[in-house]
């Protein structure tokens, strides 16, 4: 009968698990591999959103979207024009966090404003409505061929459309003098 505890404690540590030797991590593929492709998003039955992408990469589970190359078109959902248009080199969306990555040139062009914004790269923060460029990367805003303004540490309250540079701006406003109208303008 001696031999059952000897056999048990043999048997223990001869089972005994290393928790050290993990298996290896499985790197993460996409669900989906698009190329050369244009997705459209509607609201009410028409389309609010264009966006053409040479590579884009889904990854479904992580909510997760990344691609390159990206052009896009944004319409107003009253008058189905052409409200925002814009590119990008690198696109990284993160869509559990609202947060849009963008680098690799980006370009925005807000058309009813006819505001431009140009950077190396920004990231987008859709719930805390941020808008901004890493610290030293000089982002360049352009309204009509009246403002132009460029400067480092960028950061925009979208809701507000009001935005601010932290360090190193300047720019150039030229302000155009209003032609006199004539009485026979205001007669016609």
């Known amino acids: 009968m001696k031999l059952l505890p000897v056999f048990i404690v043999f048997l223990c540590i001869s089972c005994s698990f290393n928790y050290q030797d993990l298996p290896e991590q499985t790197v993460v593929q996409p669900d989906m591999i698009f190329s050369n492709v244009t997705l459209k998003r509607y609201s009410n039955a028409l389309t609010d959103l264009n966006v053409y992408a040479k590579a884009l990469e889904m990854y479904d589970e992580e ?10 078109v944004q319409y107003d959902e009253k008058t189905q024009k052409e409200s925002m248009k814009g590119e990008t080199g690198i696109l990284y969306i993160d869509e559990k966090a609202e947060e849009y990555s963008l680098g690799g040139s980006v370009f925005f062009h ?12 920004l990231i987008w923060k859709k719930k805390e409505s941020l808008l901004a460029a890493p610290a030293e990367e000089t982002v360049s805003i352009t309204q009509k061929d009246e403002v132009t303004i460029e400067g480092k540490s960028f950061a925009a309250n979208t809701a507000a459309k009001e935005f601010s540079f932290a360090e190193g701006s300047s720019g150039t406003i030229i302000i155009k003098e209003k032609e006199p109208v004539s009485e026979e303008d205001t007669n016609l």
């Open 63 to 72: 909510k997760i979207w990344a691609g390159k190359n990206i052009l896009f």
């Open 110 to 121: 807000l058309i009813e404003d006819d505001l431009s914004i140009r950077s190396p790269a």
